[in-house]
């Protein structure tokens, strides 16, 4: 059986779900896999019907009918209405740095083993890889807030909800983007903002409202709150489009 004692200390609500999920896939599986938890609840600041429970699988074996006998592992999982665990094989995994090396490295700056072998502690994601992923990442969030902006400027709880649910995602790329600079990653969100707007020369503020402003259920976002929030994130694409990794400030 595998060792258990990274359990320990986590919030009850995260083992409720985790513990019943790693039975039932030891079970399944035996010791044929490792299991990763990552995201908030690594970090530290999980939030109960707010926050995932991320976790990745890297298994021995991903035949279909090996797969099939996480079955019950998997059902109680979606029970408790999360995102379902990633699954890759091991060799899939170990060549997975230039495809996912933005969500490696974000999930090597906290996580958590809790089965098996520590799949991430080998890994080394290339600078340019991470750099490009970055890049292309940030486009693909500006391109859709700027079309949310257009389409809810004059909506300020539907702009508020937009600019809310956008903040795990800038906020992985924030990390990123002081990664690649060899920067220490803030683990608190409104420090970690204030990090990244050093780096990157965009302007806290908006940014920093957006983190405050998620526990609240209607958030009335101002137009120039909205904007101001827009392109912040658009300095930083920039920085990231013209950054030389020879020159990192």
Known sequence: MHETRDLQGMPEAIRRILDPFLTDADRALGQGYSAVLYGSAARGDWVEGRSDVNLLLVLDDVRPERLRALGPAFAGWRKAAQEPPLMLSRDEWASATDVFPLEITDMQAAYRVVRGPDPLAALRVAPDDLRHALERELRGKLVRLRQGYVALAEEDESLGAMLVASVPTVLVLLRGVLRLLGRP?????????????????????????????????KWRCTPAEGAAYVEAVAATARFVDQLQLGDQR
């Open 185 to 217: 990653v803030p683990p608190a969100p409104e420090a970690l903002v204030a990090a990244g707007a050093e780096a990157a020369g965009f302007d806290a503020g908006a940014v920093a409202l957006a983190v405050r402003r998620r526990g609240e259920r």
